[in-house]
């Protein structure tokens, strides 16, 4: 147990220089920030999520009433001027239902579904396309969406700005505390920070519906830790 302990003085001198260079490997101390921009801009193209439902007492039947509606649907979206590229299914079921009183499951019928999702990109065009959606026999709308098709240019943008506005926090923070602020130590992008709200519509639409795009806003925050140096 003595031979343990008795650790010679050399060994405890590296020992106690070392520790400090482990410190060396973190970043170097800076004054961290978080820099935001926010643009605004109109969308310019438009996502319908829509199709049709039936319930019958075979499931045979509840499909071959939807497919029957959802192919004169798909007509009216091609007469309307809309690429097949931009339609896509994205719900397709067919689902029993059972009678809502105790005893023995019973199955009392079918409902079967096909929904779209139809991009738009005509902005103007969406109460119209809506209406000759309803009049083909649209019976579920679930709502709309709006954005913004090409967005690279207005991020990097906001990107810039929110560079900009944390280099104005931290140089406040700088004067305050008598330093001078010099170069960025890191910078990163916040994660989820780049946003594009996508603005939805209530599923229950009548004929001659009335659509307001509004505006978009995109999203930019860093984080940003700023060198510094005393005055």
Not at 116 to 124: E, G, L, N, Q, Y
Request: hydrophobic share 50%.
């Amino acid at each position: 147990m003595k031979k343990l302990l008795a650790v010679p003085a050399a060994v405890a001198v590296c020992l106690l220089v070392a520790l400090p260079a482990r410190a060396q490997d973190a970043p170097p101390p800076g004054i961290v920030v978080r820099g935001e921009a926010h643009k605004s801009v109109a969308p310019d193209i438009a996502g319908i999520e829509a199709g049709v439902s039936n319930f019958a007492k075979s499931a045979r039947a509840a499909a071959e009433a939807t497919n029957l509606a959802m192919g004169k649907v798909l007509l009216e979206l091609k007469n309307a001027g809309i690429d097949p590229k931009d339609i896509q299914t994205s719900q397709l079921s067919l689902q029993p239902q059972y009678a809502d009183r105790p005893g023995p499951t019973e199955i009392t019928g079918y409902v079967a579904k096909n929904i779209v999702s139809v991009k738009v990109r005509d902005i103007a065009a969406v109460a119209g396309i809506l209406d000759r959606l309803m009049t083909a026999g649209v019976n579920e709308v679930r709502g709309i969406s709006f954005g913004v098709s090409d967005s690279s240019k207005l991020l990097d943008e906001a990107r810039t700005e929110a560079i900009a506005d944390a280099r104005r926090k931290a140089e406040v923070y700088a004067r305050a505390a008598g330093l001078t602020l010099e170069a960025p130590l890191s910078i990163a992008e916040d994660p989820g920070a780049v946003v594009m709200p996508m603005r939805k519509m209530a599923a229950d639409f009548a004929a001659g519906a009335q659509v307001a795009p509004g505006e978009q806003t995109l999203n930019v925050s860093v984080t940003v830790n700023w060198a510094f140096k005393a005055r």
